[in-house]
């Protein structure tokens, strides 16, 4: 049996995680990661039959029943899991009934999946709905779109629009536009729900005065949604406090996304 700390999956989320709160989004055990792993790699490195206890989803997740998951743990603080993943990340299988989750690996000390895992599970579900290869859920508080989120009103067409017009690569990153939720109690079946709603026809959901979820294939895929949000949210609140001059129109993002082939969310542009 390999070494699971030698795992690629492992590493690269463990990696993610520690470049997360170097940017300064995640602090304290401020978001969470999880990521769909395939059974057949996994193998290589776990005992599978081996389940070393279970907990309640306390919701019916049996869409992705005997499906496994790398999560980061409720609690966990962003800056220790690098360097001790096995106390900080977790391995589990969603149970046959859907309704528990077995763990096979990591939680050393006792712990459990992310408050979070209602909508991360519920993000995978619906995305694995839509996008056969998807496997990332990453929930961050980058600082700026944070911020911005206590300025704007609560309206995804005018947030998705202020960012497109930030910066020329917004609307080849995210022509679909970013879902917006207005505040919500965190850490709820029902947020989960609302957001995992959104993840029908986008990657990216923000929560209002709270942070953001990306989605994607891969982990550079997920991250590099928040990367590209935060970085134009950065811009925007840099610029606000003047007068602009200059802008990019609803002609030319139309005009944006037609050559790199993406198509804008109907309704921003006409
Ligand atoms: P967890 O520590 O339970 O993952 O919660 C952190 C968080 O960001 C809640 O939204
Ligand atoms: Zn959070």
Request: net charge negative; glycine share 8%.
């Given at each position: 049996?390999?070494?699971?700390?030698?795992?690629?999956?492992?590493?690269?989320?463990?990696?993610?995680?520690?470049?997360?709160?170097?940017?300064?989004?995640?602090?304290?055990?401020?978001?969470?990661?999880?990521?769909?792993?395939?059974?057949?790699?996994?193998?290589?490195?776990?005992?599978?039959?081996?389940?070393?206890?279970?907990?309640?989803?306390?919701?019916?997740?049996?869409?992705?029943?005997?499906?496994?998951?790398?999560?980061?743990?409720?609690?966990?603080y962003f800056r220790n899991t690098k360097?001790?993943?096995?106390?900080?990340?977790?391995?589990?299988?969603?149970?046959?009934?859907?309704?528990?989750?077995?763990?096979?690996?990591?939680?050393?000390?006792?712990?459990?999946?992310?408050?979070?895992?209602?909508?991360?599970?519920?993000?995978?579900?619906?995305?694995?709905?839509?996008?056969?290869?998807?496997?990332?859920?990453?929930?961050?508080?980058?600082?700026?779109?944070?911020?911005?989120?206590?300025?704007?009103?609560?309206?995804?067409?005018?947030?998705?629009?202020?960012?497109?017009?930030?910066?020329?690569?917004?609307?080849?990153?995210?022509?679909?536009?970013?879902?917006?939720?207005?505040?919500?109690?965190?850490?709820?079946?029902?947020?989960?729900?609302?957001?995992?709603?959104?993840?029908?026809?986008?990657?990216?959901?923000?929560?209002?005065?709270?942070?953001?979820?990306?989605?994607?294939?891969?982990?550079?895929?997920?991250?590099?949604?928040?990367?590209?949000?935060?970085?134009?949210?950065?811009?925007?609140?840099?610029?606000?406090?003047?007068?602009?001059?200059?802008?990019?129109?609803?002609?030319?993002?139309?005009?944006?996304?037609?050559?790199?082939?993406?198509?804008?969310?109907?309704?921003?542009?006409?």
């Amino acid at each position: 049996m390999k070494n699971i700390l030698d795992y690629k999956v492992l590493k690269e989320v463990a990696d993610i995680i520690d470049r997360m709160y170097l940017l300064g989004w995640d602090e304290r055990n401020g978001g969470n990661v999880s990521y769909l792993l395939d059974e057949e790699e996994l193998k290589e490195y776990l005992d599978l039959n081996k389940v070393l206890r279970t907990y309640p989803l306390n919701f019916d997740a049996s869409e992705v029943k005997g499906r496994y998951f790398l999560a980061t743990g409720t609690g966990k603080y962003f800056r220790n899991t690098k360097n001790d993943p096995e106390t900080n990340l977790g391995i589990f299988r969603v149970s046959e009934d859907g309704l528990n989750a077995e763990l096979i690996w990591g939680y050393k000390d006792g712990g459990k999946s992310t408050s979070e895992t209602y909508a991360h599970l519920m993000c995978h579900i619906q995305r694995l709905r839509v996008d056969p290869n998807h496997h990332v859920v990453i929930h961050s508080h980058p600082t700026c779109t944070l911020a911005m989120t206590h300025i704007l009103p609560n309206d995804e067409k005018i947030f998705t629009k202020e960012l497109w017009k930030v910066m020329t690569e917004c609307i080849v990153v995210f022509p679909e536009g970013i879902g917006l939720l207005p505040w919500m109690q965190c850490g709820t079946y029902e947020i989960g729900v609302a957001t995992a709603e959104k993840m029908v026809d986008r990657r990216l959901v923000v929560w209002g005065l709270h942070g953001i979820y990306g989605v994607g294939e891969t982990i550079d895929e997920a991250f590099g949604l928040i990367e590209t949000v935060e970085k134009a949210a950065d811009v925007w609140l840099k610029y606000r406090q003047f007068k602009e001059i200059n802008t990019i129109s609803d002609e030319n993002l139309k005009g944006i996304a037609k050559f790199y082939g993406g198509v804008p969310r109907k309704g921003y542009l006409d």
